[in-house]
C-alpha cells in the first residue's frame, strides 16, 4: 500500500494496492491535488498550497520548476525564499497529513521537481506531519 505524489506544477496522485493503480469508481482515485487543505491560516486545495504555483512570484517567467527549484535552494536564507519555503513545508504536511489519515498508506513516495526541496527541508515536514498525526 502507498501513495505516490508528484510534486510539480500541480499535484497529482496515485495509490497503488499490492502491486496495482487503484482506479476507483470514476478514474480519480488518488488526485489529491483537488483536496481542500487549510494551512498557515490559508484554505485553498493542495495543489495551490504546495504545487509549484505557491513559488509564481520567485520563479522567473517560463522558467522550469527544476530550474526554479536549484534557485530556491539557492536563495535559502532570502527572507522572501524562506517565507514561500515556510508556506511550502506548512501546506505539504497538511495535505500529506489529509492523505495519511485517510488512506493510511504503508509508505508515501514523492517525485516531480519539487520532491528536490524535500531533502533539505525533510526534518520540518515530518515534524509537522507527526505533530498533525492523530497518533
Excluded at 488518488?30 to 498550497?49: K, N, P, Q, Y
Excluded at 504503508?106 to 531533502?119: F, K, N, T
Excluded at 509537522?128 to 492523530?134: E, F, G, T
Amino acid at each position: 500500500s502507498m501513495l505516490v505524489v508528484l510534486l510539480a506544477e500541480g499535484i497529482g496522485g496515485a495509490i497503488i494496492d499490492d502491486g496495482r493503480v487503484v482506479m476507483g469508481g470514476h478514474g480519480y482515485s488518488g488526485e489529491i491535488g483537488h483536496t481542500i487543505v487549510s494551512a498557515g491560516g490559508r484554505v485553498d486545495t493542495f495543489e495551490m498550497l504546495a504545487g509549484a504555483k505557491l513559488f509564481t512570484r520567485l520563479f522567473e517567467e517560463g522558467q522550469p520548476v527544476a530550474d526554479g527549484v536549484q534557485m530556491l535552494l539557492a536563495g535559502i536564507g532570502n527572507k522572501e525564499v524562506d517565507a514561500a519555503l515556510d508556506a511550502w513545508v506548512s501546506g505539504l504536511s497538511a495535505g500529506l497529513v489529509n492523505a495519511i489519515h485517510l488512506l493510511d498508506p504503508g509508505r508515501i513516495v514523492l517525485g516531480g521537481p519539487l520532491a528536490g526541496l524535500y531533502p533539505k527541508l525533510s526534518r520540518r515536514i515530518q515534524a509537522d506531519i507527526k505533530r498533525r498525526l492523530l497518533a
